[in-house]
């Protein structure tokens, strides 16, 4: 069974302080890692997808990484705009539409 | 574009009462899942339709679940009879299918909330 592990559950920032939220896990054969954003009372919202360790990707203040393991997103220069959930979702080979997540890291950015 | 449509964004019943939850999904899009959140379990995949078809429906918890696509712009998730632990946010998703692309996109969601 494909597993999704995020953490820290939650973090607080002031704005300027860069971090990393990590994601880790468990699925035989990766086709595609997800990155979501969700702010209170809406759906995710798509950042990233990551496909092959190596692999980075970057949106604004946003880079996200991938390993063989686990993915990193770095938040450098936060502004309390960024203060979000963000969610972590695997999707295996041989599947095209089933997504795994986490319970994503709540980022609070304070000003 | 409008992006996917929710409808209601909230709905308060009583425990045995039939809930129905409707989709609006992205123009164009032949995808549609639902998703179902809660703060134990996070997001799940109840169902996944593609070209209106139900594919996928190994994620829906038991019977009292059941999902229609009638159309390309219209589907429609239904409780009877609901349960108090069938309180969740319940996400409707649409992607257009294609080699190259898995993005779904996300609705606001509707709060169900069962007594």
């Known amino acids: 069974e494909d597993q999704v592990t995020q953490s820290p559950e939650a973090l607080r920032l002031q704005e300027g302080e860069s971090s990393s939220l990590n994601c880790s896990y468990t699925?035989?054969?990766?086709?595609?890692l997800f990155w979501y954003r969700q702010d209170p009372g809406k759906g995710p919202e798509f950042l990233f997808t990551l496909y092959s360790a190596g692999e980075e990707k970057e949106k604004e203040r946003l880079k996200a990484t991938l390993t063989k393991k686990e993915s990193f997103l770095h938040i450098t220069a936060p502004k309390p705009e960024d203060s979000a959930t963000y969610l972590c979702a695997v999707q295996r080979k041989g599947s095209n539409y089933k997504l795994t997540f986490g319970k994503g890291t709540l980022l609070t950015v304070n000003p | 574009d409008a992006g996917v449509i929710q409808s209601p964004r909230h709905e308060v019943t009583e425990m045995g009462q039939e809930v129905t939850l409707r989709c609006k999904p992205i123009?164009?899009?032949?995808?549609l899942f639902w998703y179902r959140q809660t703060m134990m379990r996070g997001l799940e995949l109840l169902i996944y339709?593609?070209?209106?078809?139900?594919?996928?429906d190994s994620g829906m918890p038991e019977d009292r679940f059941s999902a229609k696509m009638p159309n390309a712009s219209f589907s429609t998730l239904k409780i009877q009879p609901s349960e108090p632990r069938d309180s969740a946010v319940y996400f409707c998703a649409s992607r257009l299918s294609w080699e190259g692309t898995d993005t779904q996109y996300f609705g606001p969601g509707t709060r169900l909330t069962v007594l």
């Open positions: 339709f593609n070209n209106n078809v139900p594919i996928d």
């Open positions: 699925v035989s054969g990766l086709r595609g």
């Open positions: 123009s164009g899009h032949n995808s």
